[in-house]
T-cell receptor
Framework: DVKVTQSSRYLVKRTGEKVFLECVQD?????MFWYRQDPGLGLRLIYF???????EKGDIPEGYSVSREKKERFSLILESASTNQTSMYLC?????????????????FGDGTRLSIL | RKEVEQDPGPFNVPEGATVAFNCTYS??????FFWYRQDCRKEPKLLMS???SGNEDGRFTAQLNRASQYISLLIRDSKLSDSATYLC??????????????FGSGTRLQVQP
């Protein structure tokens, strides 16, 4: 079974702090993702990474950055936390997509980190 | 306009009922489609992939209509354990052409005894 582990289940930080959310997967997956989930808005993609040191912006990258120094670890960084970044953050991983063939590669999610910015 | 739209519900149905959810997507180039299930305060989990010809997995049937750009999920003989939020998921093309997934906001189902 794929295991995606997020470092904290609950986290409380203050406005202006630099916040690190860590995610580790144990299945040697190439792709890793960070989402936030808010009521009525669903899951929104912040950033994803398809290889070590590679990253790509998702739908809402503003105010966030990411780091992928090792294949198994994908970190989300809130450079200067703000109250509108209070949310549930979900990390996911998936194997590499095939070339041009239709690839049904589902994502496996971690348990989530509920982050509150005060 | 959202890339993936779903009726948020909730759908309240009695046990044994048949219920259908629809989902529309805006990117005609999308190629991969899924339904995920999310229980309250849990992470999303893959329910089933959706294939062009339609596919069935036990009580669950998924259909894809590319011309109209919608996906459906049919649940027959609903069980109490089917109560959850169902997320429609479509692949997404990032700036470099690499694909990620876009999630709908989800449709909440409540099956009642």
């Amino acid at each position: 079974d794929v295991k995606v582990t997020q470092s904290s289940r609950y986290l409380v930080k203050r406005t202006g702090e630099k916040v690190f959310l860590e995610c580790v997967q144990d299945m040697d997956h190439e792709n890793m993702f960070w989402y936030r989930q808010d009521p009525g808005l669903g899951l929104r993609l912040i950033y994803f990474s398809y290889d070590v040191k590679m990253k790509e912006k998702g739908d809402i990258p503003e105010g966030y950055s990411v780091s992928r120094e090792k294949k198994e670890r994908f970190s989300l960084i809130l450079e200067s936390a703000s109250t509108n970044q209070t949310s549930m953050y979900l990390c996911a991983s998936s194997p590499m997509w095939g070339g041009t063939s239709l690839s049904n590669q589902p994502q496996h999610f971690g348990d989530g980190t509920r982050l509150s910015i005060l | 306009r959202k890339e993936v739209e779903q009726d948020p519900g909730p759908f309240n149905v009695p046990e044994g009922a048949t219920v259908a959810f629809n989902c529309t997507y805006s990117n005609s180039a999308s190629q991969s489609f899924f339904w995920y299930r999310q229980d309250c305060r849990k992470e999303p989990k893959l329910l089933m992939s959706v294939y062009s010809s339609g596919n069935e997995d036990g009580r669950f049937t998924a259909q894809l209509n590319r011309a109209s750009q919608y996906i459906s999920l049919l649940i027959r003989d609903s069980k109490l354990s089917d109560s959850a939020t169902y997320l429609c998921v479509v692949n997404y093309y990032g700036d470099t052409g690499r694909r990620a997934l876009t999630f709908g906001s989800g449709t909440r189902l409540q099956v009642q005894p």
